[in-house]
């Protein structure tokens, strides 16, 4: 047996040993053991997630699994979470990223923006953030947007700046690298279709605190900090890294040189806009029209499907989106169960009471959100971190009195959020730190730095907003 495969096994068989632990617990107050065993199932499962002996789907429905087959949940109960539309929404969304890759959509609105704005590295940088932007509510894969359009396009920008690892990383590497992973983080919190988890956080709020995420809600909660992150991020981190290079005359060059390669844009591509844009705009009136959010994006997919933008093998051969599908289904199960054994209601008396010392909510609420943030460098998974942390935090800050929209959202916002301080803490993080242009100690430090000013623009300027806008 390999080294890897021992390490695996041992992982595996802590994450068993902490939930059999759990499970033969004498279960607090009037609960029933069936809340043992739920809470021991749900443990080992979250355990599993951050210490990866096997890959997240497959951890999730082994859990799925075992809870059916000792009866802890019945067999319905434990798939009802594959029914919930938000875990549609996510492989809709998935389908639509496949859609923008394909055609090369994504690629051409990347390099028509770094054409027009990228003559300066300060421009480059806000020409990829811009990018990013545009494409964030398409694509609820930061990995697939961050890593799979925008790193192949700033790798090549690097390369024709003469900026490699090494010594001449700080030309313009170094701030290109950190600013577009930086910058999804945002983006991802920006749209509720941003990043897989927010519809995760939206399916936990519903189940447990009987608040419904819209898309359009999402947006607007998010709109000014949002903006203001994006509008200040990229001169902050120029000013951070100053890099050597200020001016990028190759950039657009570079860009315009693709263009010319890729051509007028093709039928799939005026197809693709055509419906992206169609389902941005339904889904942004969904107040009026009362159309699902779900129902829109499958619509959406069903377009492309009969225009032939994507095929049905692409729809198959999207192993993100099905990986989702059993991933995110299987943890609202999961998570259900423990409502149904009346785990949340007996954790809410609790917090309840702890609280009632607390005279101010404002100040728990913040204690909580920042609490929610920090724990972020123990998980190397948005999903796990959500799972792991949103329910309990959010249940203490409503227990305080925080209304439960603002509770909600904010801590959904800082789901996305949480990850710009390491580089193992989402998807597209080892991949623009394997790039190879910054170490590790300068990616922490600065990534700290970030964490403080997000706390300052979404907690400061973002409070203000929220109280126009009636959320407190």
């Known amino acids: 047996m390999s080294n890897e495969n021992r390490s695996k096994l041992l992982r595996g068989l802590i994450c068993i040993a902490v939930g059999l632990v759990i499970w033969f617990l004498p279960p607090p107050g009037e609960l029933e053991p069936v809340a043992m065993h739920m809470l021991g199932i749900f443990i080992a499962t979250i355990l599993a997630l951050i210490l990866q002996p096997l890959p997240q789907g497959a951890v999730v429905i082994t859990a799925v ?75 609820p894969s930061n990995t697939a947007r961050a890593g799979g359009i925008l790193y192949p396009i700033v790798r090549a920008l690097c390369s024709s700046m003469d900026s490699e690892p090494g010594p001449t990383a700080k030309r313009v590497g170094q701030y290109l690298m950190f600013n577009s992973f930086q910058i999804c983080c945002i983006t991802s919190a920006l749209f509720f279709t ?96 009362g159309l ?103 249940l203490v800050a409503i227990s305080a009195g925080a209304p439960v929209e603002l509770v909600v959202l904010v801590l959904g916002f800082f789901n996305s959020l949480n990850a710009t301080m390491t580089h193992y803490g989402t998807g597209p993080a080892p991949i623009y730190f394997g790039a190879g242009y910054i170490d590790q100690g300068t990616w922490w430090k600065w990534g700290f730095v970030t964490s403080l000013i997000n706390l300052v623009v979404w907690l400061g300027a973002g409070s203000l907003w929220w109280k126009v806008i009636g959320l407190w």
């Not at 009802?80 to 990223?97: E, H, P, Q, R, Y």
């Open 194 to 289: 941003g990043v897989a988890p927010n519809s995760l956080i939206a399916s936990l709020a519903k189940e447990n605190f009987g608040y419904e995420v819209t898309w359009l809600g999402w947006f607007w909660a998010a709109l000014v900090p949002g903006i203001i992150s994006i509008a200040i991020l990229p001169y902050i981190f120029y000013k951070m890294f100053n890099p050597e290079l200020k001016q990028s005359p190759e950039a657009p060059a570079l860009a315009a040189k693709e263009l010319e390669k890729m051509g007028p844009m093709t039928m799939g591509e005026k197809g693709m806009l055509a419906v992206f844009l169609l389902t941005l705009v339904l889904w942004a009136t969904t107040q009026w029209t």
């Open 65 to 139: 699994a075992v809870t059916a087959i000792t009866g802890t949940l019945s067999i319905g109960d434990s798939l009802n979470g594959f029914k919930d539309s938000t875990v549609w929404l996510i492989v809709s969304a998935f389908l639509f990223a496949r859609g923008l890759i394909k055609t090369g959509l994504g690629r051409r609105i990347s390099f028509m923006l770094v054409k027009a704005f990228g003559k300066s590295t300060l421009g480059l940088g806000y020409a990829l953030a811009l990018s990013d932007t545009v494409l964030a509510p398409a694509t």
């Open 292 to 394: 699902n959010a779900t129902a829109i994006a499958l619509l959406g997919v069903a377009i492309l499907l009969v225009i032939n933008v994507i095929n049905w093998q692409d729809v198959l051969a999207e192993k993100g989106g099905w990986d989702a599908l059993i991933w995110f289904g299987g943890l609202v199960g999961l998570a259900n169960g423990l409502s149904k054994v009346g785990l949340i209601d007996w954790l809410a008396s609790v917090l309840e009471a702890s609280l009632s010392s607390i005279s101010s909510w404002f100040v728990a609420f913040i204690l909580v959100v920042i609490a929610y943030k920090y724990a972020h460098y123990f998980i190397a998974s948005m999903t796990a971190h959500a799972t792991a942390f949103f329910v309990p935090l959010a």
